[in-house]
């Protein structure tokens, strides 16, 4: 399940990295407009039989939790990387609904945006420039309807109900997601293991082959590989 992005093109070092003894699916997003309308993206590329292990990044954590709190018994294992109940810009985002669409287009200092918050000094260049081109991509209409889903975000309360085993990838560098809003996801689910990588924000691109070990040490699939 893709960040904010949507597009699901920035997965290839993850998929990469996994077993291929486990088929993947990458979720794309595309004329989504409201937070239900996520939700039932992800909803409808559920296996029928069940099973199911989400593994959810930045903006798709909070959908996954309410995948998780709609479809109990189709998922089994769900890992949250560098997301949040709440979003991390909460006032901006709420700003945000007053801006013109348009203005969500300029590509003004978004190289700059995206290595302040996004990466870090020891990333590929390669994944800049693949960040970049994504970003440049979105729609304006698209990352103006973003934001406003982010703005009134209200998923904390259905943690509770939510029984699957959660996987929370914590970014130690992690500038764009802050360590009280980590903290506000923990608190929230309590059951979760959590374990700190050290990487920004886009750790599932800049660390893969970490955060793979730990996916299949999660799951199973390295205890099943060995076997």
């Known amino acids: 399940m893709p960040g904010f992005d949507g597009t699901g093109e920035m997965f290839g070092p993850l998929t990469t990295a996994l077993s291929t003894q486990y088929p993947t699916t990458v979720i794309r997003y595309r004329d989504e407009r409201t937070f239900d309308d996520y939700v039932d993206t992800v909803s409808a590329a559920l296996p029928d039989q069940g099973g199911a292990t989400l593994v959810a990044e930045s ?68 994944l800049m420039d693949q960040a970049l081109a994504v970003v440049r991509s979105m729609p304006a209409v698209t990352v103006a309807a973003r934001i406003n889903v982010l703005a009134a975000l209200q998923v904390r309360t259905l943690c509770p109900n939510i029984r699957t085993s959660i996987l929370i990838l914590r970014a130690t560098g992690d500038r ?36 793979a070990r730990l996916i299949e040490e999660f799951t199973g699939m390295a205890a099943t590989m060995r076997g």
């Open 59 to 126: 903006f798709s954590g909070p959908v996954a939790l309410a995948v998780m709190a709609r479809h109990p018994t189709k998922i089994q294992r769900a890992v949250l990387c560098a997301t949040f109940v709440e979003s991390p810009f909460r006032s901006l985002t709420k700003l945000a609904r007053f801006v013109p669409p348009a203005a969500f287009g300029l590509k003004i200092g978004q190289r700059a945006m995206l290595q302040r918050f996004c990466l870090d000094d020891g990333c590929d260049p390669a």
């Open 176 to 211: 764009l997601v802050s360590p009280s809003r980590y903290n506000q996801l923990i608190e929230a689910l309590p059951g979760a293991t959590v374990k700190a990588v050290e990487g920004p924000h886009l750790l599932l691109q800049s660390r893969p082959k970490e955060c």
